[in-house]
């Protein structure tokens, strides 16, 4: 059997940037100058973690003039073409006033974007959002300087060097026979069900992050996991990592604190809902769980 037999991986929402991330330039503090200094060069602004979006609602790319001098900026990466790309947190009042535009929630704002231009927004907002919240050292509690163009903060008491953490989640569709499990948490709009998903703790594999999450929140047993595919959710700093469950039974015993309702549901269910003619709301095809549940029905 070959290693890479079965279907392809599907893609998923939020990923498929155009830009070469290029690491071997942003080791070099000469190379990174240069890249701002480039006529062709241009920042993704974020205000309050909200971008900048044209009139047309398409992403608004600043010149390094339209910036204050002191504001926060990471590398992105080149494009297709070679051009460098950056990031920058300052506020937009004056661009808006400027060129007209908006600021939007990024979740609305990438659910309107293609082509990988929603990637580049959640890679932009995952590290200025990191940036917000690391500015201090977790060793010895000095204030810290950005380094390595943005994928790193440096201590200059203790020399300690801190990176942009990810988070994995799993998110996982419970299948027993021709049913699969869906659950609600009591914050969910209303008639909205998704998949069941929960932070890998520390000291347990993806296998059993899965394992624990549908027996904490569910109460049932599981066997067999398959990977499916994974996913950059940058809110705020998140890898969803999406797989099948084998479940043993069908009885529910739910955690009211973490499900407010969870049923099973068949094919013909999940197609209903997906395509919004069912009784309940699926997720949006940006969302990973839009990809397992439509995986499971085309299974």
Same mark, same amino acid.
């Given at each position: 059997?070959?290693?890479?037999?079965?279907?392809?991986?599907?893609?998923?929402?939020?990923?498929?940037?155009?830009?070469?991330?290029?690491?071997?330039?942003? !080791?070099?503090?000469?190379?990174?100058?240069?890249?701002?200094?480039?006529?062709?060069?241009?920042?993704?602004?974020?205000?309050?973690?909200?971008?900048?979006?044209?009139?047309?609602?398409?992403?608004?790319?600043?010149?390094?003039?339209?910036?204050?001098?002191?504001?926060?900026?990471?590398?992105?990466?080149?494009?297709?073409?070679?051009?460098?790309?950056?990031?920058?947190?300052?506020?937009?009042?004056?661009?808006?006033?400027?060129?007209?535009?908006?600021?939007?929630?990024?979740?609305?704002?990438?659910?309107?974007?293609?082509?990988?231009?929603?990637?580049?927004?959640?890679?932009? !907002?995952?590290?200025?959002?990191?940036?917000?919240?690391?500015?201090?050292?977790?060793?010895?509690?000095?204030?810290?300087?950005?380094?390595?163009?943005?994928?790193? !903060?440096?201590?200059?008491?203790?020399?300690?060097?801190?990176?942009?953490?990810?988070?994995?989640?799993?998110?996982?569709?419970?299948?027993?026979?021709?049913?699969?499990?869906?659950?609600?948490?009591?914050?969910?709009?209303?008639?909205?069900?998704?998949?069941?998903?929960?932070?890998?703790?520390?000291?347990?594999?993806?296998?059993?992050?899965?394992?624990?999450?549908?027996?904490?929140?569910?109460?049932?047993?599981?066997?067999?996991?398959?990977?499916?595919?994974?996913?950059?959710?940058?809110?705020?700093?998140?890898?969803?990592?999406?797989?099948?469950?084998?479940?043993?039974?069908?009885?529910?015993?739910?955690?009211?604190?973490?499900?407010?309702?969870?049923?099973?549901?068949?094919?013909?269910?999940?197609?209903?809902?997906?395509?919004?003619?069912?009784?309940?709301?699926?997720?949006?095809?940006?969302?990973?769980?839009?990809?397992?549940?439509?995986?499971?029905?085309?299974?």
């Amino acid at each position: 059997m070959s290693l890479f037999a079965g279907p392809e991986t599907p893609s998923t929402g939020l990923t498929g940037s155009p830009l070469d991330r290029a690491d071997h330039l942003r !080791r070099d503090p000469a190379q990174m100058i240069a890249l701002r200094s480039r006529p062709d060069a241009r920042w993704l602004v974020l205000d309050d973690l909200k971008p900048l979006m044209t009139a047309e609602s398409e992403l608004f790319w600043a010149y390094r003039s339209d910036l204050p001098h002191d504001a926060l900026s990471v590398f992105l990466g080149l494009t297709p073409e070679g051009a460098p790309r950056f990031a920058a947190a300052t506020l937009a009042h004056e661009l808006i006033a400027e060129n007209g535009g908006k600021l939007m929630d990024a979740r609305a704002a990438a659910q309107l974007l293609g082509d990988g231009r929603a990637a580049i927004l959640a890679h932009a !907002r995952s590290l200025l959002a990191w940036h917000a919240r690391h500015g201090h050292c977790s060793v010895c509690g000095a204030p810290t300087s950005v380094s390595k163009a943005g994928y790193a !903060r440096t201590c200059p008491a203790c020399h300690a060097e801190h990176f942009p953490r990810t988070d994995p989640v799993v998110i996982m569709l419970a299948v027993h026979g021709d049913h699969a499990l869906v659950g609600r948490q009591p914050g969910f709009p209303p008639r909205f069900f998704s998949a069941l998903a929960g932070f890998v703790e520390p000291g347990e594999n993806l296998e059993e992050a899965v394992a624990r999450e549908l027996h904490e929140e569910a109460g049932i047993f599981t066997g067999r996991v398959r990977y499916l595919a994974s996913q950059p959710w940058p809110f705020p700093s998140s890898l969803m990592v999406a797989c099948f469950a084998e479940a043993k039974g069908v009885e529910l015993t739910l955690d009211f604190d973490e499900l407010e309702e969870a049923r099973w549901v068949t094919k013909d269910d999940v197609r209903a809902a997906l395509d919004g003619s069912g009784d309940w709301l699926a997720p949006p095809p940006m969302a990973i769980a839009h990809t397992l549940l439509k995986a499971w029905v085309e299974s």
